[in-house]
């Protein structure tokens, strides 16, 4: 049985827990409600862009753009995101598995051609230690989205794509969707497909308005489509970065109930072992008398 003193110093070790937990909690809640500030800002003007490419490419069969080109896959890129720290539950377990199984899919490639871009400090010490091609991003990117890093990345991500240096590139996220749900995403970033499902919603086959258009159409098309692709790539980080605030908001709002269940019941454990100290002693002054 434990002493009251024992008791005490695990009563004071929790309680010490405790505020941590808590202060983790208030500093993630705060940092949710801005990623969802801009997510509920950001994904209304990804629609609209995608939605006027959508429109300016219907009846236009034989348009082409570069980033639409399907070929071969010889090269594979993996943008991996996860967080640079832990105490989120199983969101960093979740993505290295969805990734882990991402790689597998490709393994017939082999190996060496398949590159993960590693956003998460996790995630890219994870998978450095399994010897695969890893290229850690900047920590930065995933602690303060902007969106200058984010279109820098993009941009060295479809030239990649234009030399064909990579064929095909993926993207694994988790999807926020409230503080308790959060979905890991496979989206295929590159080639971009206009005309098909993507992860705003099911384009509608509309009519084309007679628009006349300067410059021209396919001038346009190609500038649309180069920020579209920039903003996918902000949007992602940001919507992982919900993710993984809202993760580690419940993580420590079960780790807060917790160690206050802990301190209730070592509390009472606490008066017990008093209660019990105070009797003997009593029991013992008696036998004295007798």
Excluded: W
Excluded at 79 to 102: D, E, P, R, V
Excluded at 165 to 170: A, I, M, N, Q, Y
Aim: glycine share 4%.
């Amino acid at each position: 049985m434990q002493s009251l003193k024992e008791i005490k110093g695990r009563i004071a070790a929790v309680r010490s827990t405790l505020k941590i937990t808590s202060a983790m909690k208030m500093i993630s809640s705060s940092k949710l409600r801005h990623a969802q500030y801009l997510i509920a800002r950001l994904l209304p003007y990804q629609k609209a862009l995608d939605e006027i490419l959508y429109e300016m490419a219907i009846g236009e069969e034989n348009y082409y753009s570069p980033f639409f080109e399907n070929r071969e896959v010889k090269n594979v890129g993996i943008i991996a995101i996860s967080s640079n720290t832990t105490l989120c539950g199983a969101f960093n377990s979740n993505i290295i598995n969805k990734t882990q199984s991402t790689i597998d899919y490709y393994k017939n490639l082999g190996i060496g051609n398949i590159k993960i871009y590693a956003l998460g400090k996790v995630l890219a010490k994870h998978f450095s230690k399994l010897q695969y091609s890893v290229e850690t991003l900047p920590p930065e990117m995933i602690e303060k989205p902007g969106y200058e890093s984010s279109f820098k990345f993009a941009d060295e991500i479809m030239n990649l794509f234009l030399k064909k240096e990579l064929d095909k590139v993926d993207l694994i996220f988790s999807h926020f969707k409230s503080r308790a749900t959060q979905v890991v995403t496979t989206s295929q970033f590159l080639p971009y497909h206009p005309f098909r499902e993507t992860s705003i919603g099911v384009k509608q086959k509309i009519q084309p308005y007679n628009y006349i258009f300067e410059p021209s159409k396919e001038e346009i098309a190609i500038h649309l489509i180069e920020q579209l692709l920039n903003l996918k790539i902000f949007s992602v980080i940001t919507d992982s970065s919900a993710s993984e605030h809202a993760a580690r908001t419940l993580a420590m709002q079960i780790a807060t109930d917790n160690a206050d269940n802990l301190i209730e019941e070592l509390t009472l454990q606490y008066n017990k072992s008093r209660q019990q100290e105070i009797t003997n002693e009593l029991l013992d002054i008696m036998g004295g008398f007798r």
